[in-house]
């Protein structure tokens, strides 16, 4: 028996009287219930954010099949925002079909759980042309798509560990929006000027700060929420082009996908410095954890370009946490260009976009067997729903 939290949403006091509903329940089981109790104990999170249970694997909560009760009612679906068609398509996991396509905005780029699992959002950036973004709510229950929200510039979007912000990452801008997770109005902005390439993130263990990616500047940034600022930078020793960043399952150190180095740094989280470095594939660019914590599966885009040629190089490796090594390399049949998603609720598929083909690559991950779907130009962070959690960190479903 695990401890699964009914979703809270942004009423803390029902998330006391779940918890304490949960505990009371594991103490009438017996000695697990200490287990738990002295686990969770072992990180001190921040105020507000659930806790670790399992302090050597934080994605436990976020194994095959754990799903939520805040997603019960969820269509079965996988959402693929294409950035230059400016739409999403909407694919049946198990027909492997398009069933829907809407229009998104001017550059659709990933599609981001909201917190409390209620809703999809749709990051548009700032385009070229119009200088304006947007965030669309997708509803999950219905699959369709709401009014969208006028945003200065929406690249991608996380969330407080506590759930009581959206941050928008706000790439052409240099900064940080925090806005309330409902409405999305604006909060306040932390300012990241140095930052070029504002780009993907990961929180620490304990929630207490996140770490950043700039993807055209070559380096990391380290955030502290709690103060406001940013805390410190590190420039990456090669390479220059980091890209997707995942903590391990421990909390101890932090992989960073870097485009230019073809491969992924580890990055103590505490000191903010390099403690080694996998080589993968050419244009090493997105992170996805297994749904046991065992694997981390690392997609290749085949190209050190952002525009690459369609049918390059492109590979998926796996990494196994424990040694800290690739087991296995899965070249895409006839070429490719693997670049973002997430692994389906029972762990059985990974789904990727293909961003140069015009594709999403669906790669069984216990042989790597693909399959591909076509869809809109240039499919960015696709989001596959439900996945299994407590609740959304945001991305593509940085679970936990």
């Given at each position: 028996?695990?401890?699964?939290?009914?979703?809270?949403?942004?009423?803390?006091?029902?998330?006391?009287?779940?918890?304490?509903?949960?505990?009371?329940?594991?103490?009438?089981?017996?000695?697990?219930?200490?287990?738990?109790?002295?686990?969770?104990?072992?990180?001190?999170?921040?105020?507000?954010?659930?806790?670790?249970?399992?302090?050597?694997?934080?994605?436990?909560?976020?194994?095959?099949?754990?799903?939520?009760?805040?997603?019960?009612?969820?269509?079965?679906?996988?959402?693929?925002?294409?950035?230059?068609?400016?739409?999403?398509?909407?694919?049946?996991?198990?027909?492997?079909?398009?069933?829907?396509?809407?229009?998104?905005?001017?550059?659709?780029?990933?599609?981001?759980?909201?917190?409390?699992?209620?809703?999809?959002?749709?990051?548009?950036?700032?385009?070229?042309?119009?200088?304006?973004?947007?965030?669309?709510?997708i509803d999950p229950v219905s699959g369709k798509p709401g009014s969208p929200i006028p945003v200065p510039d929406a690249y991608n979007m996380y969330f407080m560990p506590d759930g009581s912000a959206a941050i928008v990452v706000a790439e052409s801008r240099r900064q940080l929006e925090l806005r309330d997770p409902g409405t999305m109005a604006l909060r306040r902005s932390i300012p990241t000027p140095q930052c070029k390439g504002l780009n993907h993130a990961d929180f620490s263990i304990d929630g207490r700060y996140a770490i950043f990616t700039c993807e055209f500047?070559?380096?990391?940034?380290?955030?502290?929420?709690?103060?406001?600022?940013?805390?410190?930078?590190?420039?990456?020793?090669?390479?220059?082009?980091?890209?997707?960043?995942?903590?391990?399952?421990?909390?101890?150190?932090?992989?960073?996908?870097?485009?230019?180095?073809?491969?992924?740094?580890?990055?103590?989280?505490?000191?903010?410095?390099?403690?080694?470095?996998?080589?993968?594939?050419?244009?090493?660019?997105?992170?996805?954890?297994?749904?046991?914590?065992?694997?981390?599966?690392?997609?290749?885009?085949?190209?050190?370009?952002?525009?690459?040629?369609?049918?390059?190089?492109?590979?998926?490796?796996?990494?196994?946490?424990?040694?800290?090594?690739?087991?296995?390399?899965?070249?895409?049949?006839?070429?490719?260009?693997?670049?973002?998603?997430?692994?389906?609720?029972?762990?059985?598929?990974?789904?990727?976009?293909?961003?140069?083909?015009?594709?999403?690559?669906?790669?069984?991950?216990?042989?790597?067997?693909?399959?591909?779907?076509?869809?809109?130009?240039?499919?960015?962070?696709?989001?596959?729903?439900?996945?299994?959690?407590?609740?959304?960190?945001?991305?593509?479903?940085?679970?936990?």
């Amino acid at each position: 028996m695990r401890l699964i939290y009914p979703m809270p949403g942004p009423d803390r006091s029902g998330f006391a009287i779940s918890c304490l509903a949960a505990l009371l329940t594991c103490v009438a089981q017996g000695s697990w219930a200490q287990d738990v109790k002295e686990a969770a104990a072992a990180i001190d999170v921040v105020p507000g954010m659930p806790p670790v249970i399992d302090p050597s694997n934080l994605y436990g909560e976020a194994s095959a099949d754990r799903l939520s009760p805040a997603v019960a009612s969820a269509l079965p679906r996988v959402y693929v925002p294409n950035v230059k068609s400016g739409d999403v398509h909407v694919i049946h996991p198990e027909t492997l079909e398009v069933v829907d396509r809407f229009k998104a905005g001017q550059s659709p780029q990933h599609v981001v759980p909201s917190w409390d699992l209620k809703t999809l959002w749709v990051t548009n950036s700032a385009d070229r042309r119009h200088g304006r973004g947007s965030l669309l709510p997708i509803d999950p229950v219905s699959g369709k798509p709401g009014s969208p929200i006028p945003v200065p510039d929406a690249y991608n979007m996380y969330f407080m560990p506590d759930g009581s912000a959206a941050i928008v990452v706000a790439e052409s801008r240099r900064q940080l929006e925090l806005r309330d997770p409902g409405t999305m109005a604006l909060r306040r902005s932390i300012p990241t000027p140095q930052c070029k390439g504002l780009n993907h993130a990961d929180f620490s263990i304990d929630g207490r700060y996140a770490i950043f990616t700039c993807e055209f500047g070559g380096s990391l940034i380290k955030v502290d929420f709690g103060r406001g600022l940013v805390t410190g930078a590190l420039q990456l020793s090669k390479g220059g082009m980091p890209q997707d960043i995942r903590i391990s399952p421990d909390g101890k150190v932090f992989y960073v996908a870097d485009m230019w180095a073809d491969g992924v740094f580890l990055v103590d989280g505490e000191s903010l410095t390099e403690a080694g470095f996998i080589p993968t594939g050419l244009g090493t660019h997105g992170l996805y954890p297994s749904r046991d914590g065992t694997k981390l599966y690392v997609a290749n885009r085949g190209s050190h370009r952002i525009d690459g040629p369609p049918h390059g190089p492109g590979s998926i490796s796996v990494i196994d946490f424990a040694t800290r090594r690739v087991e296995a390399t899965w070249p895409i049949p006839g070429g490719g260009s693997p670049d973002m998603g997430n692994v389906s609720a029972d762990g059985k598929r990974l789904w990727l976009s293909g961003r140069y083909d015009g594709v999403v690559y669906v790669i069984d991950t216990v042989t790597g067997e693909t399959k591909t779907i076509p869809v809109g130009r240039s499919p960015h962070g696709l989001t596959v729903w439900p996945q299994p959690g407590r609740y959304s960190l945001g991305h593509t479903g940085n679970m936990r």
